[in-house]
């Protein structure tokens, strides 16, 4: 078909006519055409940009998917007994890559502090030393009468403020102790009698259990430390002192708790090869549900490469196998009880493959998250079936403690005791690693950041969008182009440069060899440019395409909008949730935000700028 031909001085698009139109009528509206300050003011409300808020839900959850489908792959090929046990110290194996180095074991120094007697049990009240100085309180719940060596069983206990005195796991130690175990429950780090940030009155400065916990652990990965393995390392010393005792028959000893202490048990499980039983509570699902469900999780359910190594929750099962193991689950759980159907049903096969399917169980109560009676009862009957007892299960009558005459300390903290905290730990190997730390520049700097960092040796100039002109948000320029870079399938670095015109297409080619700057945006450099300040400055200084500012990812434009809608900067929120990941995937978020950059930096250098300032 023919067409007129039009003068390009006549042209004009039908975005062109509208926009014309609005400013027409905003100017009859308002009085006047050009109100710049009135402008200003009006941008500086505006929201910062947030165009790509489920990119980093998307991009680390194919991550995370990938890692389940090679896991399944994997265990498809199980066909017999001899690659079933193979299996298990496989993942014995990754376990203690995740979690290890093991500390050496020191003397205990266990010291009683008080006894309670009962009608049908005693409570002994307990401090012992995991690490050299570092005090942990426990109960030790002994039957009275017995005359002969009892089954054993740890307690390990959930994010409850007051540990191991919380009516739900004072009940399963005296239902347990009634029935003729014995049970010894230790108090987690940060909870209870264990409190490491407390001010002048024995009250945590940060908040009890999960605060406490997420700020000490995200210290300990600084110096190569993980939360997890310090709170198994308690469990594997508490078994090792209820080893001592007499009363105990080393034959039989279980493991067992609720949500966190759901957790350790399913860790313990993992990492120490003594247990004969164990039922992990409101725990156990599977990794890919809870990021597909946006579910943050304290830094110690997070194993450092526990997805880049291919485990899962129901691998730390796996390496007790052939062992007697219940899953406890609950209907109405945010742990997803579709993941611990899925998990039951795998070990069901690895188990049947060891020949021992009747060894492996699973129980959900109908009920919310929580080591209630039903779930209780489930655990009685498995471990009093497991060392050979007849049972219904049921739950003896109980009379709970009062908090404070479980103490095992005299004002209920162990602080004032003088024991060591976390945070001591923390700084003192931070030390002792400044001081062995050899100084490193040029080339010798850049491979030992390529390694820390798991960047590749080169990075190509990556693909890019051209995104809509952006006007109208009080930035330096009438307008700014702006470029979604991808850096890496899925994951962009939004670039931005402020121009005059929008008629802006690809990036421009550099002009010569003239000096560019290139600004990393600190929270979003939508707002950064409408606002007084370093970004907006510089953008202001330099000449026409002489100024570039990117986002990196998860930050500004990508700021993710998951989790719990506004979490960004709590504790909890999606900043946390993306961090985690990331060192689960062995992708520590610094790294993937740094190939950003050296992605943006590479697409820069391919359009002629090679004199960047950064």
């Excluded at 209820?242 to 966190?260: C, F, M, Q, Y």
């Excluded at 049972?391 to 004002?411: H, I, N, Q, V, Y």
Aim: proline fraction near 6%.
């Amino acid at each position: 078909m023919d067409h007129p031909t039009t003068s390009c001085c006549s042209v004009q698009t039908r975005r062109e006519a509208l926009l014309r139109i609005g400013v027409s009528a905003g100017a009859i509206l308002a009085g006047e055409l050009f109100l710049p300050v009135r402008a200003r003011a009006q941008a500086a409300e505006l929201r910062p940009l947030q165009r790509f808020p489920r990119m980093m839900q998307e991009h680390l959850g194919a991550a995370v998917r990938a890692c389940d489908e090679r896991r399944r792959a994997r265990l498809a090929t199980l066909r017999d007994k001899a690659d079933a046990e193979a299996y298990v110290e496989e993942v014995r194996g990754k376990i203690l890559q995740s979690f290890g180095p093991l500390p050496e074991k020191t003397p205990l120094n266990a010291r009683v502090t008080g006894v309670l007697r009962r009608d049908a049990y005693s409570i002994e009240k307990l401090i012992f030393e995991s690490r050299p100085g570092f005090l942990v309180t426990a109960n030790l719940y002994l039957p009275a009468g017995l005359d002969q060596p009892a089954p054993g069983v740890v307690g390990v206990c959930g994010h409850s403020t007051g540990g191991k005195a919380e009516a739900a796991y004072q009940s399963f130690c005296q239902g347990l102790a009634r029935k003729g175990f014995v049970v010894l429950i230790i108090d987690p780090i940060s909870q209870g009698e264990r409190l490491q940030y407390v001010d002048s009155e024995l009250r945590s400065r940060i908040g009890v259990g999960v605060r406490e916990h997420l700020y000490a652990g995200n210290q300990q990965f600084l110096v190569d430390e993980f939360l997890g393995t310090w709170r198994a390392w308690d469990g594997i010393r508490a078994l090792d002192y209820l080893l001592t005792r007499p009363e105990v028959d080393a034959r039989h000893v279980g493991i067992t708790g609720n949500s966190g202490g759901g957790t350790m048990t399913t860790w313990l499980c993992g990492l120490e090869r003594r247990w004969t039983m164990a039922a992990p509570s409101c725990f156990v699902t599977t990794f890919r549900r809870n990021f597909e469900n946006e579910l943050p999780a304290d830094t110690e359910q997070c194993p450092p490469r526990a997805l880049a190594l291919g485990l899962d929750h129901e691998d730390f099962i796996a390496a007790m196998a052939p062992k007697p193991v219940i899953l406890l689950g609950k209907e109405r759980d945010f742990f997803d009880i579709r993941g611990t159907e899925a998990a039951y049903a795998r070990l069901r096969k690895l188990y049947r493959l060891l020949g021992a399917e009747g060894n492996i169980a699973m129980f959900a109560g109908p009920t919310t998250h929580g080591f209630s009676q039903e779930n209780r009862e489930a655990m009685y009957g498995w471990f009093e079936r497991a060392v050979g007892w007849d049972s219904d299960g049921k739950e003896p009558e109980l009379t709970l403690e009062e908090e404070r005459d479980l103490w095992c300390t005299p004002d209920g903290q162990v602080a004032p005791l003088g024991s060591r905290t976390i945070f001591s730990y923390t700084a003192e190997k931070s030390k002792s690693l400044a001081e062995a730390r050899v100084g490193l520049t040029g080339a010798g700097l850049r491979s030992a950041l390529n390694r820390l960092l798991r960047l590749p040796a080169v990075v190509e100039p990556p693909d890019y969008r051209i995104m809509r002109p952006l006007s109208g948000r009080g930035h330096p320029q009438r307008y700014t182009a702006n470029y979604a870079v991808e850096t890496e399938p899925g994951a962009f670095a939004l670039l931005y440069m402020p121009v005059a015109d929008s008629h802006q297409s690809r990036i421009p080619q550099a002009d010569g060899d003239a000096v560019v700057t290139l600004y990393v945006g600190h929270r979003s450099i939508d707002q950064e440019l409408r606002e007084p300040g370093w970004a907006r400055g510089l953008a202001e200084a330099a000449a026409p395409t002489r100024f570039f500012a990117c986002d990196l990812r998860g930050l500004g434009d990508s700021k993710p909008e998951t989790c719990d809608p506004g979490s960004f900067d709590h504790p909890y929120g999606s900043d946390y949730f993306y961090s985690i990941h990331g060192i689960m995937l062995d992708r520590p978020y610094p790294a993937q935000r740094t190939r950003d950059l050296l992605g943006v930096i590479a697409l820069l250098a391919s359009r002629g700028y090679t004199r960047i300032h950064l």
